[in-house]
């Protein structure tokens, strides 16, 4: 009987887990789900090419994150464009990023922004439906979700920005575990969402929760939440390019 109210009171717990992150992610007009390792496995809904991705994999946790992502985004996706599983097929480009193709009778042939995250039994997707036909208004996104480390990796730090080193420097030592890990999660969703590379990426002060890159007038929306209650962090980033939205405006 205790086993049993045990099971009762982790699907309890995971529950109310669900339900803050989908709100969390929904005031973005995100889609997003996170769950653990033995929910969303589907095997029967994959495509030859998503087959032949998770199959790269020799770890049987890799195996199964991937299936379980791939998964998760295949539901969300099909709640969002009212599609079943069979008609939503993932894309990975050559960096390894997924993108989403719909193959809806209805709508024609759709590409979704989407984003996946694992960490320490527990996965996260995302994605957006995309309001323009114009792909050079289309917004990306990115996610990530990291276990807070018990350790503080100096020689990761010394990448980081001034603004950053300087904030963590003033810290106490029980709160720069949780912050660098907030920035460090907010840099790989950045890096998902981006066409920068990481090592760009990693040197980008990411304390604020909007950003304006230099060169590409691209603009960047963070956010991160942080589950306590597991010592989780996740973080989105969204990308617009904020001149081609400003010639949009200017067009209408």
């Known amino acids: 009987m205790s086993e049993n109210f045990s099971k009762l009171n982790a699907k309890h717990y995971l529950h109310r887990l669900r339900h803050r992150f989908i709100k969390w992610t929904c005031q973005y007009n995100i889609a997003g789900d996170i769950s653990d390792l033995e929910n969303f496995c589907d095997k029967d809904v994959l495509f030859e090419n998503e087959r032949a991705h998770i199959q790269r994999f020799l770890s049987p946790n890799r195996i199964n994150e991937s299936l379980n992502g791939i998964s998760m985004i295949k539901k969300l996706v099909g709640n969002m464009c009212a599609s079943s599983p069979t008609q939503i097929q993932l894309l990975w480009d050559s960096s390894g990023a997924p993108k989403v193709l719909c193959h809806?009778?209805?709508?024609?042939?759709?590409?979704?922004?989407?984003?996946?995250?694992?960490?320490?039994?527990?996965?996260?997707?995302?994605?957006?439906?995309?309001?323009?036909?114009?792909?050079?208004?289309?917004?990306?996104?990115?996610?990530?979700?990291?276990?807070?480390?018990?350790?503080?990796?100096?020689?990761?730090?010394?990448?980081?920005?001034?603004?950053?080193?300087?904030?963590?420097?003033?810290?106490?030592?029980?709160?720069?575990?949780?912050?660098?890990?907030?920035?460090?999660?907010?840099?790989?969703?950045?890096?998902?969402?981006?066409?920068?590379?990481?090592?760009?990426?990693?040197?980008?002060?990411?304390?604020?929760?909007?950003?304006?890159?230099?060169?590409?007038?691209?603009?960047?929306?963070?956010?991160?939440?942080?589950?306590?209650?597991?010592?989780?962090?996740?973080?989105?980033?969204?990308?617009?390019?904020?001149?081609?939205?400003?010639?949009?405006?200017?067009?209408?």
Request: with cysteine.
């Open 104 to 252: 809806n009778s209805k709508t024609g042939e759709k590409h979704i922004p989407v984003s996946i995250s694992h960490s320490t039994g527990m996965v996260t997707g995302i994605c957006m439906n995309p309001v323009d036909s114009d792909v050079r208004y289309r917004p990306q996104i990115g996610i990530d979700i990291e276990k807070i480390s018990s350790e503080i990796p100096t020689s990761i730090i010394e990448m980081f920005s001034e603004q950053e080193q300087a904030y963590i420097s003033m810290l106490p030592d029980w709160q720069k575990s949780l912050v660098f890990t907030k920035l460090w999660t907010r840099k790989e969703a950045l890096f998902k969402s981006s066409n920068f590379a990481f090592g760009d990426i990693i040197s980008w002060n990411a304390i604020p929760n909007q950003i304006i890159s230099g060169n590409t007038f691209e603009f960047f929306q963070l956010d991160t939440l942080y589950l306590a209650e597991i010592d989780i962090v996740t973080s989105i980033a969204i990308r617009r390019n904020k001149q081609v939205l400003s010639q949009k405006f200017e067009n209408h």
